[in-house]
């Protein structure tokens, strides 16, 4: 079995914006892209195009519909991977030593050549962040790219994770959030970050920011609820152009 080091100086995570997250799963296709054609261990799939297909994502996005208090039902997006947990549970029950987390920047991470596929270390993730990969029959799980945040190949900035460096809408942030001078830190600060499930002692690294509260009141989306209203005002009265002859054409039928 593996101790867990001493608290790292550096604490490499993630910072994931609710508010912004559109669920678009273009994280979730970087990270299998990168893990599956870039990286030395792909990630497995089982029967992909069959009618039972099953696969290893080490990056996912669930979609729930919830309820506040007060004011509409709202559509979350919420991204799940490895936190990468200050108290990780999944090292010290690894039979082999396989899981570990590295001292120099708190990441943990996998060596897939001493993993016996046991799935201890799944049952022990109260975040259900490790994936048996169906293909390998050995664990798997979020490596925060550590083959590019520390390639020197790479423009400097490429050298961050697959995922954060895809996001279409800007809602996944890397950084050292040990650094409070960091600007993942500064975000986590200003936004009200939060760790997920703190109660288990885990001590995730990784931060979710909430969503931004809604201008919603008794009457509706604030004063005006069609924002899109000044950009959907017809630009002419009649039709111009080659609308305006077929429209005059088709009149005369």
């Given at each position: 079995?593996?101790?867990l080091p001493p608290e790292?100086?550096?604490?490499?995570?993630l910072v994931i914006d609710l508010d912004t997250c559109v669920g678009c799963h273009a994280c979730v296709i970087a990270c299998k892209g990168w893990n599956d054609v870039a990286y030395g261990a792909p990630l497995g799939d089982a029967d992909a195009y069959g009618a039972?297909?099953?696969?290893?994502f080490l990056n996912r996005v669930h979609s729930y519909e919830v309820q506040p208090p007060d004011g509409p039902a709202q559509h979350v997006h919420f991204p799940r991977s490895c936190l990468h947990c200050d108290s990780a549970p999944c090292v010290p029950v690894c039979?082999?030593?396989?899981?570990y987390k590295r001292a120099e920047d708190g990441i943990v991470l996998v060596n897939e050549d001493a993993c016996i596929g046991c799935g201890l270390c799944a049952w022990a993730c109260p975040y259900?962040?490790?994936e048996m990969d169906p293909s390998a029959g050995v664990m798997k799980k979020c490596t925060?790219?550590?083959?590019?945040i520390y390639n020197d190949a790479l423009p400097e900035q490429d050298?961050?994770?697959a995922c954060v460096r895809t996001c279409p809408s800007n809602a996944r942030h890397f950084g050292d959030l040990a650094d409070p001078e960091s600007a993942a830190?500064?975000?986590v600060e200003a936004r009200g970050g939060f760790a997920l499930m703190p109660e288990t002692g885990a001590a995730p690294v990784n931060r979710y920011l909430p969503p931004r509260e809604k201008d919603w009141d008794e009457t509706g989306w604030g004063d005006e609820t069609d924002v899109l209203a000044p950009w959907l005002a017809p630009v002419a009265e009649e039709p111009q152009g080659f609308l305006g002859w077929l429209d005059r054409t088709l009149g005369k039928a």
């Open positions: 079995m593996t101790a790292p100086v550096r604490k490499l995570g039972d297909p099953s696969g290893a039979p082999t030593g396989a899981s259900g962040a490790r925060l790219c550590v083959d590019r050298r961050e994770p830190s500064q975000l």
